[in-house]
């Protein structure tokens, strides 16, 4: 079946770096983009940014512009997202979700069809 | 970037109809996503499109748009329907492709 399996929760100091991975199976990873999207504890989902796993061509949210770096190793069927300069406001859950996309009537439509159980980061001193 | 926006809270008796709504610019491109997320849990697509449900989502789940709101409708809400729902659009403003999530809706089943 499909799934996307996550690395273990991480606990980090400020200012470090932590490296999530996300492997796919159960179908072609190579043909569907992949996003990241995080939960700061009671809060709501925040996009991070997408990796098409075909090319590596990435794009972030603006936020996470120059601190965040998504790659992916297709010989292991893999997507990674590696954030740096840790803060203490960057504690949440880390997803990693397949996203697929259709059009009707020329109207296109994207969605998150299979998600990661999630990895807890902790960043704290 | 964009925006959007749902309602904090709502909440419905058992059997009966409640509406979600979710207001943004980039809903007048795009059709939204709606998501279910249970505590200590992914999310779950609920509805995708214009009125689409993954397999093994109840048809009690519809979706709808109209302008700048979607809106996701459960009828004959039932108790293990409780949790927040958010929706996700492509945002619509900017060159580079962003995507937002609303606010999240918490839904309460009395």
């Known amino acids: 079946q499909v799934q996307l399996v996550q690395s273990g929760a991480e606990v980090k100091k400020p200012g470090a770096s932590v490296k999530v991975s996300c492997k796919a199976s159960?179908?072609?990873?190579?043909?569907?983009?992949m996003h990241w999207v995080r939960q700061a504890p009671g809060q709501g989902l925040e996009w991070m940014g997408r990796?098409?796993?075909?090319?590596?061509?990435?794009n972030y949210a603006q936020k996470f512009q120059g601190r965040v770096t998504m790659t992916r190793d297709t010989s292991i069927s893999t997507a990674y997202m590696e954030l740096s300069r840790l803060r203490s406001d960057d504690t949440a859950v880390y997803y990693c979700?397949?996203?697929?996309?259709?059009?009707?009537?020329?109207?296109?439509?994207?969605?998150?069809?299979?998600w990661g159980k999630g990895t807890t980061v902790t960043v704290s001193s | 970037s964009s925006e959007l926006t749902q309602d904090p809270a709502v909440s419905v008796a058992l059997g009966q109809t409640v509406r979600i709504t979710c207001q943004g610019d980039?809903?007048?491109?795009?059709?939204a996503s709606w998501y279910q997320q249970k505590p200590g849990q992914a999310p779950v697509l609920v509805i995708y499109?214009?009125?689409n449900r993954p397999s093994g989502i109840p048809d009690r789940f519809s979706g709808s748009s109209s302008g700048n709101t979607a809106s996701l409708t459960i009828t004959g809400a039932q108790a293990e329907d409780e949790a927040d729902y958010y929706c996700?659009?492509?945002?619509?403003?900017?060159?580079?492709?962003?995507?937002?999530f609303g606010t999240g809706t918490k839904v309460t089943v009395l």
């Open positions: 980039s809903l007048r491109s795009y059709y």
């Open positions: 979700a397949r996203w697929n996309y259709g059009d009707y009537d020329g109207i296109y439509y994207y969605y998150m069809d299979v």
């Open positions: 996700n659009s492509r945002d619509s403003s900017g060159n580079h492709p962003n995507y937002v």
């Open positions: 159960g179908y072609t990873f190579t043909g569907y983009y």
């Open positions: 990796i098409n796993p075909n090319s590596g061509g990435t």
């Open positions: 499109g214009k009125n």
